[in-house]
């Protein structure tokens, strides 16, 4: 079974940085693209970056240069490096696995992990 | 703002049929059948329930369709449900190479 477990989410200051991880199951991540999306609290779903299976990635404007995606391959997980973060990143993270056969369509999520940026 | 738009919300009784509305530009749903319709409960992720554009994923119940007019993509779900009462979101690919969402729809059975 296709498996997505999300962790490294918490509490940081402004300024700070986060590493997030997604460990996979059921699949290999370099064989699909796969994305972050997150939800700040109350509000819609807002995509993140997204890393395609030869390894380019591309990032939302409100993330560029602050988000980085990448994956390893020995322990078939995806990870989403946050610096600079601001009280607007403050929102639950997901990892998403894109769907075989179509582009940019999630079919299986993870559970979130909830990052609070606050000093 | 977000990038697509929705109703905010839309309700039906038991048994009823509903359809959720999703416009965009151009630039998106009017050019691109990689629509997507996600169903989330709360304080669950979300669920793919319809892919490009009119597809359901293995295991979804027929009572769920989309479909797309010009700038436009709409979700139909018939014979309400009880379990359907959820917010709804949709995707799209949009030509600059990102995803944009609607700002979701919440569905209330009455």
């Known amino acids: 079974d296709v498996q997505l477990v999300e962790s490294g989410g918490g509490l940081v200051q402004p300024g700070g940085s986060l590493r997030l991880s997604c460990a996979a199951s059921?699949?290999?991540?370099?064989?699909?693209?796969m994305t972050w999306v997150r939800q700040a609290p109350g509000k819609g779903l807002e995509w993140v970056s997204l890393?395609?299976?030869?390894?380019?990635?591309r990032d939302a404007d409100s993330v560029k240069g602050r988000f980085t995606i990448s994956r390893d391959t020995s322990k078939n997980a995806v990870f989403l490096q946050m610096n600079n973060l601001n009280t607007e990143d403050t929102a639950v993270y997901y990892c998403?696995?894109?769907?075989?056969?179509?582009?940019?369509?999630?079919?299986?999520w993870g559970q979130g992990t909830p990052v609070t940026v606050s000093s | 703002q977000s990038a697509l738009t929705q109703p905010a919300s839309v309700s039906g009784s038991p048994g009823q049929s509903i359809t959720i509305s999703c416009t965009g530009t151009?630039?998106?749903?009017?050019?691109?059948?990689?629509v997507s319709w996600y169903q989330q409960h709360p304080g669950k992720a979300p669920k793919l329930m319809i892919y490009?554009?009119?597809n359901r994923p293995s295991g979804i119940s027929n009572r769920f369709s989309g479909s797309k007019s010009g700038n436009t993509a709409s979700l139909t779900i018939s014979g309400l449900q009880a379990e359907d009462e959820a917010d709804y979101y949709c995707?799209?690919?949009?030509?600059?190479?990102?995803?944009?969402f609607g700002g979701g729809t919440k569905l209330t059975v009455l």
């Open positions: 998403a696995r894109g769907k075989s056969g179509s582009n940019w369509q999630l079919d299986y």
């Open positions: 059921g699949f290999t991540v370099s064989n699909i693209y």
């Open positions: 890393i395609y299976s030869g390894g380019n990635t």
């Open positions: 151009s630039s998106d749903i009017g050019t691109y059948d990689y």
């Open positions: 490009d554009v009119t």
């Open positions: 995707s799209s690919f949009r030509n600059n190479y990102s995803l944009v």
